[in-house]
Each structure stands twice: as structure tokens, then as C-alpha cells.
């Protein structure tokens, strides 16, 4: 079966082709960039960019693909979680195409994307396993007893795990879009220079926390003068990166040895970040668990994966019919 992908729930605009679940004949991501000067996403913005590009970006994808629109089989599109106006410009392009076409469509939530981003590289991974979804929205601890049965084991409490990284980012001048930015600045920096408070939470909690941290670093930044931030900026972003990967890591390979499973995943933007995929594979390997993690343009937003969960979908004969909406926040086992 040929699939279109599409995605646009925040400020990616994506489409992609793929085959029989899992070869991908194309994957291509537009990153706006009018969000620069704002340090943040401008959802209204967002929006319009999203529709000014959506058209090119799914003619570039079929075009990659080789694959003209007539040949196409069926539409996976994102449907939430994600920004309303943006959500909806994916929808109702995939709509109008499923309705001229005739073609069966499936709306696909956005996390059980990011979890699939692991399948369409890994054809070995098999649940049960726990994923660890980390991204600029969301941090969920994921125990997956199955494809498409998801139990939540934990989440966030207050920001994203890459909320934190953007946000500091941000408050220490790191630049934006934030989560690299500290990532690349921390490469050269001692994580045990200068350290910040854990968030571990109650000892048996999966849950996270990582506003305290964002408040520890702004208050440790208030108390140096302009040059000593600035000659401090590699320890800062290292001890900031520590503090956030060893809770990531605790957790995740605590919830993995008492679900009793022997396999981790991580996924989602801030699985990019190179010293959390060092140590959550070090604990992995450590602990005899296998490790799985997407190539890095398969961990930011992409409809490549939104593609491969809509593809498990269709194969079980679920389909969407034209009521699909957007739905902006809809948890991990809600369903269109
Ligand atoms: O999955 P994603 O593209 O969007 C959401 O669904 O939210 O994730 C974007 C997030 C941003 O917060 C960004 O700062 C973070 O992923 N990120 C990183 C890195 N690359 C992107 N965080 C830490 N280290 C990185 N290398
Ligand atoms: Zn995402």
C-alpha cells in the first residue's frame, strides 16, 4: 500500500511516502523559521505558514517518491495533540484529497507517532517495551504492552522536557531553537562544574518535574555578571543538560526493569540530544536491555512516522470518515 503522511500539528510542515509500512520513499520536513525573532512558536503564524507551504512540501514529497498522486492508497494525517489552526490546515488538506480521490484516510495522535519513529527504522523492535517520548510538548513514560496498546506510566507534572531546554536556553542568551543550541554549547562544558537539583519527585513516581530546575538555573544566572555568563556558558549548559538527562534516565530504566521488559526506546525531539542517547544506551546495554533510538531527522516532527502509525492502523481495517477533527489535546490513547 502507498501512504501519504502528512503533519503539521506544530511548526513543522511535513509529507512523506511510504510502502508497505515500512519503506520510505520519501520524508520531507519544512522547519519555519518566522518563529526566530520570537523565541517561541506564534501558533497564528504557525498557521499560515503551514497553509502558504503544505501544497509544495506534499508535491516535493510525491515527487521524491515517484510516486504521482493518482497512485496513492490511503491518507495518514495528524490529529492532535498540537496546536488547533495548525492541526486543522493537515486535516483538511488530507480531507479534500481523501474525498476527490476517494481514499481511506486515518487520523494518527501525534505521540503514538513519535513512538512508531522507532518501528519504521527498527523492523526488530517488538513490544513490550517502554519508550520514553520526550519533545517540546510532552514527556510521557510509555509502557508499549503492543502496538496501538499503550499504558501511560508517567508524565510531566509542569514543562516538557525540551520546554525546559528552550526556555533556559533562552534565559541564558543560548539562542533558539534552544534544545541544540545547549546541546552543542554543552560538548565543551564540565557537567559537574556547576550542578543543579534533580527532580526525582516521590520514589515511586514516573512522573517529572522540570520547572523547579528552570528556576534554579534563572536564579544562579541573576547572581553573574554579564562576562561571567558568558565564560560559564558551556558549564552552564552542561550541569542544566545533567540535571534533566540523569531524571530521564533514572526513570525510564526503572520503569523498563519493573515492567519486566528488555527493551527501551526513546523518542521525540530531545531524543536527539546526543548525552541522553549516550547514557540511556550505556544504562541499557548495562543492564542487558536492548536500546533503540531514530536517526536524528526521525526524532523531530515528521510525517515519516505519522505515516508508519497510520499504516499499522489502516492494516487493521480502522479507518476515519469525514467528522475527523482536530483535537489539540488529546492524550496518547485518545482516538480520532
Ligand atoms: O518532537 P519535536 O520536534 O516537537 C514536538 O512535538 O514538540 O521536539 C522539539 C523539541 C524542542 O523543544 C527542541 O528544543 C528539542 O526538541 N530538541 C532538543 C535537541 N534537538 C531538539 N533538545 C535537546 N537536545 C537536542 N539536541
Ligand atoms: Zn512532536
Redesign the pocket.
Known sequence: MLLLGIET????TAAGVLKDRRTLLSNVILSQVVHQPYGGVVPELASREHMRNLVPIVDQALAEAKTPLEKIEGLAVTFGP?LVGALLVGISFAKAVAVSRRLPIIGVN?LEG?IFSNALEHPELEPPFVCLV?????TLLVLVKNWGVYRLLGQTRDD????A??KV?KLLGAGY????K???LAQTGNPARITFPRAYLEKEAYDFSFSGLKTAVALYVQKLSERERENLLPHLCAGF?EAVVDVLVAKTVRAAEESNVSAIAV??????????RQRLGDEASRRGMKFFVPV?QF????AAMIAAAGAFHLSRGERSDLSLNAAPYVPLNGVA
Open positions: 500539528s506544530c511548526d513543522e498540537g501525534h513519535h520526550v519533545s517540546g510538548g510532552h516538557a522536557a525540551g520546554e531546554f528552550d536556553a531553537p534552544g534544545g541544540q545547549i546541546d552543542d543538560q523518542a521525540g525531539g530531545v531524543a536527539r540530544n546526543r548525552r541522553l536524528p526524532c523531530t516532527d515528521n
